[in-house]
């Protein structure tokens, strides 16, 4: 499997922009997740980056380097609902529907 | 509507006793999946399916046995439950081919605690 890493915890203000980051081993890799997951409930799909560059999707953008092995995630005019944990993913391809999952990175959105 | 469902939000069970969660989805996905979160820990894959009848060792699968017998469904079984599987475990599903076909749907989690 691949190594996800990304920060424990982060705390961010209402309003605010943050950037979350990931990076993963570039061998075998062919794509990456983000998921959000409130406290006690299911991870909800956010985006999935195969291509470099950046993808947006309202408040959130994705970004991928492939050739550096760096994604994040930017979460804009930050809301109190953001508070959540926010999950990468690798996903290697080549026959496997597995994903590598980070560990999380609890975010705290504060007033 | 896209929909995992999981036989039990909270369940308790004694040690020694034979657990099984069960999961099913209704969107006709081949892949399934059973991870258990734990804190500092992550999601960390026990067993995964690609089809019926079909299971695949995940990272940690000691302790644990899985059964597809039905596309739809995917069960996780333990065994001989002990107080070290108490855990959040959650169920997923994806397809294999289509677009974002990796993407992985959730289940809400069963909360199983083992005393």
């Known amino acids: 499997g691949q190594n996800i890493d990304q920060p424990t915890e982060m705390t961010a203000t209402e309003g605010a922009i943050v950037q979350i980051n990931c990076t993963y081993q570039t061998s075998g890799f062919n794509g990456l997740f983000w998921y959000q997951q409130h406290a006690g409930e299911a991870p909800t799909f956010l985006s999935y980056n195969v291509l470099d560059g950046l993808e947006e999707k309202g408040r959130f953008s994705s970004f991928l380097s492939r050739s550096k092995g760096y994604s994040y995630l930017l979460l804009k005019e930050l809301q109190m609902k953001d508070s959540a944990s926010y999950l990468c993913?690798?996903?290697?391809?080549?026959?496997?529907?597995?994903?590598?999952f980070g560990k999380g990175t609890k975010l705290s959105v504060i007033p | 509507d896209v929909k995992v469902t999981q036989s039990s939000r909270y369940l308790v069970k004694r040690t020694g006793e034979k657990v099984f969660l069960e999961c099913v989805q209704d969107m006709d996905h081949e892949n399934m999946f059973w991870y258990r979160q734990d804190p500092g820990l992550g999601l960390r894959l026990i067993y995964f399916?690609?089809?019926?009848?079909?299971?695949e060792k995940g990272d940690i699968p000691e302790g644990y046995s899985v059964s597809r017998e039905k596309k739809e469904r995917f069960s996780l079984i333990l065994e001989s439950a002990s107080t070290n599987q108490t855990s959040m475990y959650l169920c997923?599903?994806?397809?294999?081919?289509?677009?974002?076909?990796?993407?992985?749907?959730f289940g809400p989690g069963t909360r199983l605690t083992v005393l």
């Open positions: 993913a690798g996903y290697s391809g080549a026959g496997s529907y597995q994903l590598t």
């Open positions: 997923a599903s994806s397809l294999t081919s289509g677009r974002n076909h990796n993407e992985q749907f």
């Open positions: 399916s690609y089809d019926v009848k079909m299971k």
